[in-house]
């Protein structure tokens, strides 16, 4: 069992920025793909950001390409996602999402743990 837990959530004006963190328990995180996604109000969750077990390789969704940065911290069981330029279309719940196959994907069906995820409102 992988639990997942995000934070650094929270109000911000448009252009400004946050750091989100997704903790992970277990002592094998560093075997794990991680992903993040996001939910914005009325829509369906959709990609942002994964990144391989060794930090190696990152993906990211077109919409946030050149803005937001996955990095993960093996030694600290953490993966973040470092958000810049914040655009009011930005605003969703963000979630962490583990892979134990240690694969980077955009599909979420392939992700086993979920985080309970994250609000991020950007004001214009």
Request: hydrophobic share 30%.
């Amino acid at each position: 069992q992988v639990q997942l837990v995000e934070s650094g959530g929270g109000l911000v004006q448009a252009g400004g920025s946050l750091r989100l963190s997704c903790s992970a328990s277990g002592r094998t995180f560093s075997s794990y793909g991680m992903g993040w996604f996001r939910q914005p109000p009325g829509k369906e969750r959709e990609f942002v950001a994964a990144i391989t077990r060794s930090g190696v390789s990152t993906y990211y969704a077109d919409s946030v390409k050149g803005r937001l940065t996955i990095s993960r911290d093996n030694a600290k069981n953490t993966v973040y996602l470092q958000m810049n330029s914040l655009k009011p279309e930005d605003t969703a719940v963000y979630y962490c999402a583990a892979e134990l196959g240690g694969y980077a994907t955009r599909w979420e069906h392939a992700y086993d743990y979920w985080g309970q995820g994250t609000q991020v409102t950007v004001s214009s």
